[in-house]
């Protein structure tokens, strides 16, 4: 897979936690990447630009759109910028990046994360159960909070669907 810098906008901002926010990208037709990989957003604020790394949610086979998690820092470079962004704008990513990959040949997959740690996680997770069901799934994921446990609606239906999953 090639990196490429796409301009993509941003077709819908949900708060996801009272510090994390979900952003979501017309997904490019030619952008193919694997779970667990991420991209890099060119933040610019006052004419200063950086580059920030976000892991992928959405799992590979979900064409529809390229999501990110994005933890706000308090008076962080990124996040001041981050809170002003809304649907509509256009920002430049280069994606796909990383080397943090599914391997297929194990039988027992165990997953342990906390925070926006998980985002990989999700779209290993969401990209793989079903995919292989002779392989077992487990997660362990922990937060500060029951309301910082993100995703924990969508985790516990997967255990309800698919019996290779424990969540």
């Given amino acids: 897979m090639t990196v490429k810098e796409y301009q ?3 077709i819908e901002k949900k708060q996801l936690s009272s510090d994390v926010v979900l952003l979501s990208f017309e997904r490019p037709q030619d952008l193919d990447f694997t779970a667990g990989q991420y991209a890099m957003i060119k933040i610019e604020d006052q004419g200063i630009f950086k580059w920030r790394a976000y892991s992928l949610l959405n799992p590979p086979s979900n064409k529809k759109s390229l999501d990110l998690c994005i933890k706000i820092v308090e008076h ?3 996040s001041e910028v ?3 962004i809304s649907v509509g704008d256009v920002l430049t990513l280069k994606v796909p990046l990383g080397f943090f990959k599914f391997r297929e040949e194990q039988d027992q997959h165990t997953f342990i ?4 740690g998980i985002v990989p996680f999700h779209s290993m997770l969401f990209e793989y159960v079903q995919k292989f069901p002779s392989k077992t799934f487990k997660l362990i994921f922990g ?3 029951q ?3 993100l995703f924990d609606t969508e985790f516990k239906k997967l255990a309800r669907d698919y019996s290779n999953f424990t969540y």
Avoid at 113 to 116: F, L, P, R, S
């Fill in 143 to 145: 937060a500060k909070t």
């Fill in 8 to 10: 993509l906008t941003v």
């Fill in 113 to 116: 994360a906390v925070g926006t």
């Fill in 147 to 149: 309301g910082d446990l």
């Fill in 82 to 84: 981050i809170k002003k």
């Fill in 76 to 78: 962080g470079f990124a």
